[in-house]
């Protein structure tokens, strides 16, 4: 069983900074894409950042120069590092990440279970 565990979220004020990150574990054997997505009460859910198993980074306009995704494939992990935070940076993020747990087999797409972060003006 894989699961996606975030943790970092929390209450910060505006122009402040977060570290979140995410842990992937279980029978995982690799992983492709990872990401960020968030989404703000009332709003569908966005994508905000996503990196590749070879290092390939792509961002929403809304977060660019703002916030920096890396990642950690020895263990699995994945961070998002937030600065000049904006109130309208407030949502859940949620971790993703695109895996396989059998050498030739499909991946699937994993979820955690989100972390709030509480940007305020």
């Known amino acids: 069983q894989v699961q996606l565990v975030e943790s970092g979220g929390g209450l910060v004020q505006a122009g402040g900074s977060l570290r979140l990150s995410c842990a992937a574990s279980?029978?995982?054997?690799?992983?492709?894409?990872m990401a960020w997505y968030r989404q703000a009460p009332g709003k569908q859910r966005e994508l905000v950042a996503t990196?590749?198993?070879?290092?390939?980074?792509n961002y929403a306009d809304s977060v660019k120069g703002r916030f920096t995704i890396s990642r950690d494939n020895a263990k699995n992990a994945v961070h998002l590092q937030m600065n000049s935070l904006k109130p309208d940076d407030t949502a859940d993020y949620y971790c993703?990440?695109?895996?396989?747990?059998?050498?030739?087999?499909?991946?699937?797409?994993?979820w955690g279970q989100g972390t709030q972060v509480t940007v305020s003006s």
């Open positions: 993703f990440a695109n895996l396989r747990t059998l050498r030739d087999g499909p991946y699937f797409r994993y």
């Open positions: 279980g029978s995982i054997f690799s992983i492709n894409t």
């Open positions: 990196i590749t198993n070879t290092g390939s980074t």
